[in-house]
Nanobody, 123 residues
Framework: QPQVVESGGGEVQTGGSLRLSCVGSTRSFSEFAMAWFRQAPGKEREFVAAINWDGSYSSYGDSMKGRSSISRENFKNTVWLQMNSLKTEDTAVYYC????????????????WGRGTQVTVSS
């Protein structure tokens, strides 16, 4: 079973950028679709972005569409989420998730989760 570990969170001012990283432990990393979700205090976890096994297809949730970009490098077992033009409402814990097969946008479709990395956007 793969393990995924997020990093790159922190505090940034409104309008700034952050790049989150997620490293997977499995040798079969390229067989997994990868995704980012986020959960703000008092809110449900929501879909941010997902990418298929070879990076040729990606999907974005409404919350950060146009302000984020997901990418991956399989030989590094790493997926990134580049976030730009950050807003205070982007403050949340960001989670990396993996599933075998095609990308999905529902939380329940992902089997493997990291512990999350905190992103705080201040005005």
């Amino acid at each position: 079973q793969p393990q995924v570990v997020e990093s790159g969170g922190g505090e940034v001012q409104t309008g700034g950028s952050l790049r989150l990283s997620c490293v997977g432990s499995t040798r079969s990393f390229s067989e997994f679709a990868m995704a980012w979700f986020r959960q703000a205090p008092g809110k449900e976890r929501e879909f941010v972005a997902a990418i298929n096994w070879d990076g040729s297809y990606s999907s974005y949730g409404d919350s950060m569409k146009g302000r984020s970009s997901i990418s991956r490098e399989n030989f590094k077992n790493t997926v990134w989420l580049q976030m730009n033009s950050l807003k205070t409402e982007d403050t949340a814990v960001y989670y990396c998730a993996a599933r075998f097969g095609a990308i999905k946008e529902k939380i329940t479709e992902y089997d493997f989760w990291g512990r999350g990395t905190q992103v705080t956007v201040s005005s």
